[in-house]
């Protein structure tokens, strides 16, 4: 994961796996993500930060080649009990959870291509959603034998609304960009080769106005 201050009270995080769709191995990159907006929140110059992403995809999710099994409350061999699992995958999630939805700091999400799973949890969590036409979004841990509900699903049903989000975290599917505009969920929808560009045209937006009332 990259940092970088782009202009003046404009700071960009950037998601750079791209051989691995930029899918997140948990916890490290939760936790360097959690750093990241944390040192956002410290320095008084910077009001907005933009989430962005490497490659073609912004996330496709947690990566499940490098899952270790005790991040989620678990043993090998062992099959813990539901609540200690679900304890600890909400634990996994806090410092994340914090930088984004109660951090100081207005978050712009610019995706682009697959934003799955924790990459469209990430997209919820931000203040703002700029998507690219080709953005597809889904939470598919319930087709692959994880838990679709856990410490993101409130900001799920809350973006979303209670009957589509329920539908998107039990069936699994998959929304488009333009399904998630017409929701109300994505700001802006622009062709690929214009997010950059769109993201930054709202940072720009909302640098321009008075960092305590941002902050409120």
Request: hydrophobic residues 45%; contains cysteine; aromatic residues 6%.
């Amino acid at each position: 994961i990259l940092y970088e201050v782009i202009e003046d009270h404009i700071c960009r995080i950037t998601l750079n796996r791209p051989e691995r769709r930029n899918a997140i191995v948990v916890p490290d990159m939760n936790e360097l993500l959690a750093n990241y907006l944390e040192r956002a929140q410290d320095d008084d110059r910077i009001k907005v930060v933009i989430l962005a992403a490497n490659g073609k995809d912004f996330c496709a999710g947690e990566d499940t080649r490098k899952v270790p099994v005790e991040t989620y409350g678990l043993k090998k061999g062992e099959r813990l009990p539901q609540s200690i699992r679900m304890r600890q995958i909400r634990k996994t999630y806090e410092s994340m959870q914090r930088g984004l939805i109660w951090g100081d700091k207005v978050v712009i999400a610019a995706c682009q291509g697959n934003v799955m799973g924790l990459g469209f949890s990430y997209a919820l969590a931000c203040d703002l959603l700029v998507a690219a036409t080709d953005a597809r979004f889904a939470r598919r841990q319930a087709r692959i034998g994880f838990a679709a509900f856990d410490g993101q699903m409130p900001m799920a049903l809350l973006k979303l609304g209670l009957n589509r989000g329920m539908e998107v975290l039990l069936t699994g599917r998959i929304v488009t960009a333009e399904e998630l505009k017409d929701w109300g969920v994505a700001n802006s929808v622009v062709p690929p080769e214009q997010l950059e560009a769109e993201a930054l045209r709202y940072a720009r937006a909302i640098a321009a106005l008075s960092t305590d009332g941002l902050m409120l």
